[in-house]
């Protein structure tokens, strides 16, 4: 059984070869689709198959997934450009006989107004629609997304968002590789399976304040913008337009709730309890 994970060198592929190695997959079996061999020296001095395609390039695709069982596709990083670059992938993987797609999409992508969703539910879309089995892996928030927002709320005594009374049901990276890796490692049939995924912990960004300051030794409060004057005060340090409207906006989903969820699938999957926000502060300030 071949197993292969796109976007293997980025933070969520290393952590899933990394799960996937630990649950007994031997090297040889991984495939890591990378765009930069050369960062990948580090799995190929574990044995892992070591590919190189490009999202943009489906010849390279088709060689990297030939005699692949399964796939983990992970959501590329250029947004706007993510639905093009999944379909190559997709199609890849149709032309050389892929057996199930796993596909890292977003937390109630079919219904969410964040501004990320649509590029996963046309992912989606499109997996549905393939003769491939696909289950849909709907990753919520990871707590190091707040990993800056950490260092500032310590340093000011202030955490600033635009998220309302809204609760997040966050989880550490890692908790997510592994539920990606008892998937793509289970023996039970995954095809048409939908996982929404999210923490044990549902916190509000009063809580987020509250559990910084008590990790940083200070108070720390919570101040709501509206979305508009969030997005602006990002923007103004430093982080680029689009960008800060996407976590601007993020944040107005999860005062709509979108990105909170006690459905119990990612706990499920990976055995025990997701880890706490507190843990992901504390290696933030360290």
């Keep these: 059984m071949t197993i292969a994970v796109t976007g293997a060198t980025g933070q969520l592929g290393g952590l899933v070869i990394g799960e996937l190695l630990e649950r007994g997959v031997a090297p040889g079996d991984i495939v ?11 799995l190929a001095a574990k044995g892992v198959q070591v590919r190189v395609a490009a999202y943009e390039d489906p010849t390279a695709l088709r060689t990297a997934f030939e005699g692949v069982d399964k796939l983990l596709l992970i959501s590329g990083s250029e947004v706007g450009r993510r639905v093009p670059q999944h379909t190559n992938v997709i199609e890849a993987a149709e032309a050389d006989g892929v057996k199930l797609i796993a596909y890292a999409s977003l937390l109630k992508a079919d219904t969410s107004g964040i501004g990320l969703a649509p590029e996963h539910l046309a992912t989606e879309q499109r997996l549905a629609s393939s003769p491939i089995p696909a289950v849909f892996l709907r990753n919520g928030w990871y707590w190091e997304n707040y990993a800056q927002a950490i260092g500032q709320a310590a340093a000011t005594g202030t955490l600033i968002g635009a998220a309302g009374d809204g609760r997040v049901a966050g989880a550490a990276r890692a908790d997510y590789a592994a539920a990606a890796a008892a998937v793509l490692t289970s023996e039970e049939g995954q095809g048409g399976r939908v996982y929404e995924l999210g923490g044990d912990e549902r916190l509000t960004y009063a809580d987020l304040a509250r559990i910084i300051g008590e990790v940083a030794g200070k108070t720390v409060e919570y101040k709501n913008l509206p979305e508009a004057e969030y997005a602006k005060v990002l923007a103004d340090n430093g982080v ?8 601007a906006g993020s944040d107005a989903g999860i005062a709509r709730g979108e990105l909170d969820t006690e459905s119990g699938d990612l706990q499920k999957l990976i055995g025990r309890s997701s880890t706490p926000f507190a843990d992901v502060v504390k290696a933030a300030l360290a």
């Design 240 to 247: 680029p337009e689009q960008f800060a409207a996407v976590l």
């Design 32 to 42: 890591a689709v990378v765009r930069d061999e050369a960062k990948a020296a580090d």
